[in-house]
C-alpha cells in the first residue's frame, strides 16, 4: 500500500469516525422495561395526583391567614401581543396556556406550548406556622379587562392577593408590543412574619412535552430540559435517554427550559438568583402519538429574596431561532438552538446563520434560498477548491508516470528476495527517490488533501444548522411538502432496515451525484490498481451508500443542499480540468525534468574520472608529506637529545669562563700600564 493510499484511507476513516460519534442519527430506542411493582407504584402515585383522596383534599383551615383566598370565582384574562396570546386566570393568577399565533402544529392546528391540560405552573411557600401555600388554589383580584391587546407600548396586568391594606402577594405580567418573553414580577409586601425564615419560594413546572412535528421520534429524541448556571455554565439534561433521569443543582443557576426539536417554553431569573434546581425527564409512554416526553422543573428562590423585592424573572415562550433567542440579551439563551460541538459551532453561529439571514432578507423561496447558499459558500471556498483539484490533477499524473518505474523495483526486488514482496518501508523510501529525481515534493498527496479537510468544519456546520433551522420549518419546495423533514415521496406499508418505510428522492439523487463525482474526479488510478487499490475503491463507492442510509430521514432541506453542492462540484471539476489544469503539460514538464536530471548526472559522470585521478594526485602527496614530516620529527627528536647535552657542556665552560675573567682583566691592565711608562 502506497503514502496515497494510506492518506486516502486514513482520511475516509477519520471522517467516518467523527460523523459516527458526534453526528450519527440516534440508535432506536427500546421499550423501557421497568419492574412490574415500580410500574404499579408509580401508576398508584399519578392516580393519586389526578384523584386525591378526602384526607388529601385541604380544607379552608390549611390556608391559615390565606383561608379567605382559597374561595372564589376564577376569571380567565388573555394578554396578547403580535406573536403570542397568554391565558391567565385568577385562580393563582399563574399562566394557564401561551398560544403561538403565527405558527401551526404539524397537522394544521394552533400552537399551544401550554393548553392547560399538559402543564401546570405551581408556586409554593411554608408559613411561619409550616403551613404549605399553593398560590394555584389561591384566588386573585384583577382590574384588567378579560382581553388586554399590546400594541403600541408594553402594558401590564396585575393580579392580587390581599390580607391587609399592607399585606399582600402581587404577580405582575409585562407583555411588550413584539416578541416572546413575558415580564412576571412577584412581591410578597408585609409578609416578613407570615413567611418562615430560611425557607423557599419553589416553582414547580411539569410539562407533558406535546408533539408538535411530523416526526415523531426525531422530536422525541430532541426533546430536554436545559438550562445555565449563575457562573456561566451552559447544560442539560440528556435528551437521548427514554427512561427516567433526575438532575439535582446544588448551586445558583439563571434560567432553565424545556427545549423541543423547533420551540423552547423556559423562565429565566433576572437576578440570576435561583439557589436550587431538580430536573427530570422520561417517556413515559413510548407508544403515544401525541407527548414527546414527560419532563418537570423544579427551582427554588429564597423567600428573603421574594421579601427584598428581587422576585424579577422572565418567560419566554417561543421559536427556537437563533437571532431571536440572542435578542432575548440573556446570557447563553442562545444555546437553546444546537448547533453543534465547539469548532462546529462557531462556524454554524458566525458564517452560515449570517448568511442564510442575510439571503432571507431578498429570497422568498427557502428552496432558492438553500441554492443560494450553496453558490455563496462555493464561491468562498473555490480558492480551496481549486489548488485541491489542481494537485489531484497533478498528483494523477505523476502517480501514473512513476507507475512502471514502481512496478519495476517490485519485480527486481522480488527477483533478488527470493519472490518476496517488497516491504512498506521499502517502497517507501524507493518512491521517494523517485519524486525527488522529478523533482516533486513526497508530501504533494497531502497538500492536495489539505484544502479538503480545511472545507469539513463549513460541511459540518451544514450538518447541524438545517436540521435545527425552524426557517425550514412547514416549508415546501419542488415535491417536498417540509424541507424540515424527509420528503417521503417513495413509502412503503412496512419498515425496512435502516430505511424505514420511506425513500427520500432528494437523498437518493445526492448518493447517486455523490458516485458522479467519485467517478469523475481527479483521483490516482495507478493508485487504484491491485488488491488495496480494489480495496479503497470498494470504499469510496461505498461512502455514498453509506450516507445514503444516514441521511434517509435527515431534513430535506439538507439532502438538497447536499444535491445542489454535489453537482456544483461536478461542474468545477468539468471547468477546472478543461480549462485549468493541463495533464499532458504537468507530464511535459516532469519529463523535462527528469531528462535534465539525466543530463546533469551524465556530465557529472564525465567529470568524476579527472576529479578522481586529481583526488588519487592529491592523497598520494599529502600522505607524502605526512611521512615526511614524520621522519623529520624523529630525526628532529635525536640531534634535540645530542644538541641538549653539548649545551650543559658550553653552559659549564662558560661559568669557568666566568669565574676567570676578573683575573684576566686585572693582569691586562698591568701589562698596558707598564706599555705607557
Given at each position: 500500500?502506497?503514502r496515497?493510499?494510506?492518506?486516502?484511507?486514513?482520511?475516509?476513516?477519520?471522517?467516518l469516525?467523527v460523523?459516527f460519534?458526534?453526528?450519527?442519527?440516534?440508535?432506536?430506542?427500546?421499550p423501557?422495561?421497568?419492574?412490574?411493582?415500580?410500574?404499579?407504584?408509580?401508576?398508584?402515585?399519578?392516580?393519586?395526583?389526578?384523584?386525591?383522596?378526602?384526607?388529601?383534599?385541604?380544607?379552608?383551615?390549611?390556608?391559615?391567614?390565606?383561608?379567605?383566598?382559597?374561595?372564589?370565582?376564577?376569571?380567565?384574562?388573555?394578554?396578547?401581543n403580535?406573536?403570542?396570546?397568554?391565558?391567565i386566570?385568577?385562580?393563582?393568577?399563574?399562566?394557564q396556556?401561551?398560544?403561538?399565533?403565527?405558527?401551526?402544529?404539524?397537522?394544521?392546528?394552533p400552537?399551544y406550548?401550554?393548553?392547560?391540560?399538559?402543564s401546570?405552573?405551581d408556586?409554593?411557600?411554608?408559613?411561619?406556622?409550616n403551613?404549605?401555600?399553593n398560590?394555584?388554589?389561591?384566588y386573585?383580584?384583577?382590574?384588567a379587562?378579560p382581553?388586554?391587546?399590546?400594541?403600541?407600548?408594553?402594558?401590564?396586568?396585575?393580579?392580587k392577593?390581599?390580607l391587609?391594606d399592607?399585606?399582600y402577594?402581587?404577580?405582575?405580567?409585562?407583555?411588550?408590543?413584539?416578541?416572546?418573553?413575558?415580564?412576571?414580577?412577584?412581591?410578597?409586601?408585609?409578609?416578613?412574619n407570615?413567611?418562615?425564615?430560611?425557607?423557599?419560594?419553589?416553582?414547580?413546572?411539569?410539562n407533558?412535552l406535546k408533539r408538535?412535528?411530523?416526526?415523531?421520534?426525531?422530536?422525541?429524541?430532541?426533546?430536554?430540559?436545559?438550562y445555565?448556571?449563575?457562573?456561566?455554565?451552559?447544560?442539560d439534561?440528556?435528551a437521548?435517554?427514554d427512561?427516567?433521569q433526575?438532575?439535582?443543582?446544588?448551586?445558583?443557576?439563571?434560567?432553565?427550559?424545556?427545549?423541543?426539536?423547533?420551540?423552547?417554553?423556559?423562565?429565566?431569573?433576572?437576578?440570576?438568583?435561583?439557589?436550587?434546581?431538580?430536573?427530570?425527564?422520561?417517556?413515559?409512554d413510548?407508544k403515544?402519538?401525541?407527548i414527546e416526553k414527560?419532563a418537570?422543573?423544579?427551582?427554588?428562590?429564597?423567600?428573603?429574596d421574594?421579601?427584598?423585592?428581587?422576585?424579577q424573572?422572565?418567560?419566554?415562550?417561543?421559536?427556537?431561532?437563533?437571532?431571536?433567542?440572542?435578542?432575548?440579551?440573556?446570557?447563553g439563551?442562545?444555546?437553546n438552538?444546537y448547533?453543534?460541538?465547539p469548532?462546529?459551532?462557531?462556524f454554524?453561529k458566525?458564517?452560515?446563520?449570517?448568511i442564510?439571514?442575510?439571503?432571507?432578507?431578498?429570497?422568498?423561496n427557502?428552496?432558492?434560498?438553500?441554492?443560494a447558499?450553496?453558490?455563496?459558500?462555493?464561491?468562498?471556498?473555490?480558492?480551496?477548491?481549486?489548488?485541491?483539484?489542481?494537485?489531484?490533477?497533478k498528483?494523477k499524473?505523476?502517480?501514473?508516470y512513476?507507475q512502471?518505474r514502481?512496478?519495476?523495483f517490485?519485480e527486481k526486488?522480488?527477483?533478488?528476495?527470493?519472490?518476496?514482496?517488497?516491504?512498506?518501508?521499502?517502497?517507501?523510501?524507493?518512491?521517494?527517490?523517485?519524486?525527488?529525481?522529478?523533482?516533486?515534493?513526497?508530501?504533494?498527496?497531502?497538500?492536495g488533501?489539505?484544502?479538503?479537510?480545511l472545507?469539513?468544519?463549513?460541511?459540518?456546520?451544514?450538518?447541524?444548522?438545517f436540521?435545527?433551522?425552524i426557517?425550514?420549518?412547514q416549508?415546501?419546495?419542488l415535491w417536498?411538502?417540509d424541507?424540515?423533514?424527509?420528503?417521503?415521496?417513495i413509502?412503503?406499508?412496512f419498515?425496512?432496515?435502516f430505511?424505514?418505510?420511506?425513500?427520500s428522492?432528494?437523498?437518493?439523487?445526492?448518493?447517486?451525484?455523490?458516485?458522479?463525482?467519485t467517478?469523475?474526479s481527479?483521483?490516482?488510478?495507478s493508485?487504484?490498481?491491485?488488491?488495496?487499490?480494489n480495496m479503497?475503491?470498494?470504499?469510496?463507492?461505498?461512502?455514498?451508500?453509506?450516507?445514503?442510509?444516514?441521511?434517509?430521514?435527515?431534513p430535506?432541506?439538507?439532502?438538497?443542499?447536499?444535491?445542489?453542492?454535489?453537482?456544483i462540484?461536478?461542474?468545477?471539476?468539468?471547468?477546472?480540468?478543461?480549462?485549468?489544469?493541463?495533464?499532458?503539460?504537468?507530464?511535459?514538464?516532469?519529463?523535462?525534468?527528469?531528462?535534465?536530471?539525466?543530463?546533469?548526472?551524465?556530465?557529472?559522470?564525465?567529470k568524476?574520472?579527472?576529479?578522481?585521478?586529481?583526488e588519487?594526485?592529491?592523497?598520494?602527496?599529502?600522505?607524502?608529506a605526512?611521512?615526511?614530516?614524520?621522519?623529520?620529527?624523529?630525526?628532529?627528536?635525536?640531534?634535540?637529545?645530542?644538541?641538549?647535552r653539548?649545551?650543559?657542556?658550553?653552559?659549564?665552560?662558560?661559568?669557568?669562563?666566568g669565574?676567570?675573567?676578573?683575573?684576566?682583566?686585572?693582569?691586562?691592565?698591568?701589562?698596558?700600564?707598564k706599555?705607557?711608562?
Amino acid at each position: 500500500m502506497d503514502r496515497n493510499q494510506i492518506i486516502g484511507l486514513g482520511l475516509i476513516f477519520v471522517m467516518l469516525t467523527v460523523y459516527f460519534q458526534f453526528f450519527s442519527p440516534d440508535p432506536k430506542k427500546k421499550p423501557n422495561n421497568k419492574n412490574p411493582k415500580d410500574t404499579v407504584q408509580v401508576a398508584k402515585k399519578n392516580q393519586q395526583k389526578k384523584a386525591p383522596t378526602k384526607a388529601q383534599t385541604k380544607t379552608p383551615a390549611d390556608y391559615g391567614q390565606f383561608k379567605k383566598a382559597a374561595q372564589g370565582t376564577a376569571k380567565e384574562i388573555t394578554l396578547e401581543n403580535k406573536n403570542i396570546r397568554v391565558f391567565i386566570n385568577t385562580k393563582g393568577g399563574i399562566v394557564q396556556k401561551v398560544q403561538l399565533k403565527n405558527y401551526k402544529t404539524f397537522d394544521k392546528k394552533p400552537l399551544y406550548l401550554m393548553d392547560g391540560k399538559n402543564s401546570k405552573i405551581d408556586l409554593t411557600f411554608t408559613t411561619s406556622d409550616n403551613k404549605q401555600i399553593n398560590l394555584a388554589d389561591l384566588y386573585f383580584t384583577t382590574q384588567a379587562a378579560p382581553k388586554v391587546v399590546v400594541n403600541q407600548k408594553a402594558q401590564t396586568v396585575s393580579f392580587k392577593l390581599a390580607l391587609a391594606d399592607n399585606q399582600y402577594i402581587e404577580q405582575v405580567y409585562t407583555l411588550k408590543p413584539d416578541g416572546f418573553e413575558l415580564g412576571y414580577d412577584l412581591k410578597f409586601k408585609g409578609l416578613d412574619n407570615l413567611i418562615k425564615q430560611k425557607s423557599n419560594v419553589t416553582l414547580n413546572w411539569p410539562n407533558d412535552l406535546k408533539r408538535l412535528e411530523f416526526d415523531l421520534e426525531q422530536s422525541r429524541d430532541k426533546a430536554k430540559i436545559n438550562y445555565y448556571l449563575s457562573k456561566g455554565d451552559y447544560n442539560d439534561l440528556s435528551a437521548m435517554k427514554d427512561e427516567y433521569q433526575q438532575k439535582r443543582i446544588n448551586e445558583k443557576l439563571y434560567w432553565a427550559t424545556f427545549n423541543q426539536k423547533f420551540f423552547t417554553t423556559g423562565i429565566i431569573a433576572k437576578n440570576k438568583n435561583f439557589s436550587q434546581a431538580i430536573f427530570s425527564t422520561e417517556v413515559k409512554d413510548p407508544k403515544s402519538t401525541t407527548i414527546e416526553k414527560h419532563a418537570e422543573i423544579n427551582l427554588l428562590v429564597n423567600s428573603q429574596d421574594i421579601i427584598a423585592g428581587k422576585g424579577q424573572f422572565n418567560y419566554y415562550f417561543g421559536p427556537n431561532q437563533y437571532y431571536v433567542l440572542k435578542d432575548v440579551g440573556v446570557e447563553g439563551f442562545s444555546d437553546n438552538v444546537y448547533l453543534g460541538y465547539p469548532v462546529v459551532n462557531w462556524f454554524a453561529k458566525y458564517l452560515v446563520v449570517p448568511i442564510f439571514a442575510f439571503l432571507e432578507g431578498f429570497i422568498g423561496n427557502y428552496g432558492l434560498i438553500i441554492l443560494a447558499l450553496v453558490l455563496v459558500v462555493k464561491g468562498m471556498l473555490s480558492p480551496l477548491t481549486y489548488r485541491s483539484y489542481k494537485s489531484m490533477a497533478k498528483m494523477k499524473v505523476i502517480n501514473k508516470y512513476l507507475q512502471p518505474r514502481m512496478e519495476a523495483f517490485k519485480e527486481k526486488y522480488r527477483k533478488e528476495n527470493g519472490g518476496k514482496e517488497p516491504d512498506m518501508q521499502a517502497t517507501s523510501m524507493h518512491q521517494q527517490e523517485l519524486y525527488q529525481k522529478i523533482g516533486q515534493s513526497p508530501f504533494a498527496a497531502v497538500q492536495g488533501c489539505l484544502p479538503m479537510l480545511l472545507q469539513m468544519p463549513i460541511l459540518f456546520a451544514m450538518f447541524m444548522f438545517f436540521p435545527s433551522s425552524i426557517e425550514l420549518r412547514q416549508q415546501s419546495f419542488l415535491w417536498a411538502n417540509d424541507l424540515s423533514v424527509y420528503d417521503d415521496l417513495i413509502t412503503f406499508s412496512f419498515n425496512l432496515p435502516f430505511l424505514g418505510n420511506h425513500i427520500s428522492l432528494f437523498t437518493l439523487l445526492m448518493s447517486v451525484s455523490q458516485i458522479g463525482i467519485t467517478l469523475t474526479s481527479n483521483q490516482n488510478s495507478s493508485a487504484m490498481s491491485g488488491p488495496n487499490g480494489n480495496m479503497m475503491k470498494y470504499m469510496m463507492y461505498a461512502m455514498p451508500v453509506i450516507f445514503f442510509f444516514v441521511l434517509n430521514s435527515y431534513p430535506s432541506g439538507l439532502s438538497f443542499y447536499y444535491l445542489v453542492s454535489n453537482l456544483i462540484t461536478l461542474v468545477q471539476q468539468f471547468i477546472i480540468k478543461k480549462y485549468f489544469v493541463d495533464e499532458d503539460k504537468i507530464e511535459a514538464k516532469i519529463r523535462k525534468f527528469e531528462e535534465e536530471q539525466k543530463y546533469k548526472d551524465k556530465a557529472t559522470k564525465k567529470k568524476s574520472g579527472f576529479r578522481a585521478r586529481l583526488e588519487d594526485k592529491l592523497k598520494e602527496a599529502q600522505e607524502k608529506a605526512r611521512e615526511v614530516q614524520e621522519e623529520r620529527e624523529k630525526t628532529g627528536g635525536k640531534n634535540g637529545k645530542s644538541n641538549g647535552r653539548n649545551n650543559r657542556t658550553s653552559n659549564i665552560k662558560n661559568k669557568d669562563d666566568g669565574k676567570n675573567a676578573p683575573t684576566g682583566n686585572r693582569n691586562s691592565r698591568r701589562s698596558q700600564a707598564k706599555n705607557r711608562k
